[in-house]
């Protein structure tokens, strides 16, 4: 990954320069970590299982609330 760095006058580095390759392949990277993030979550936590018909029911409901 190619880079430059942005400095202030005292040498500081404040930003960073990236191809827009290197940009999209960070920004595509982000969105499979966050999902993976989500499933890890939802994997762990306490889950409670309905049937297909409540959940199209449910579904319904809330869809003519709005």
Do not use: S
């Not at 392949?25 to 969105?31: A, P, R």
């Not at 018909?53 to 869809?63: L, P, S, V």
């Amino acid at each position: 990954m190619r880079k430059q760095f942005v400095t202030d006058d005292h040498g500081k580095k404040v930003a960073v320069l990236l191809p827009i390759k290197d940009y999209a392949k960070l920004i595509e990277d982000l969105e499979e970590l966050k999902c993976e993030k989500a499933y890890d979550k939802a994997k762990n936590a306490k889950q409670e299982f309905i049937d297909a018909e409540q959940a199209f029911a449910e579904i319904e409901a809330e869809r003519k609330n709005k």
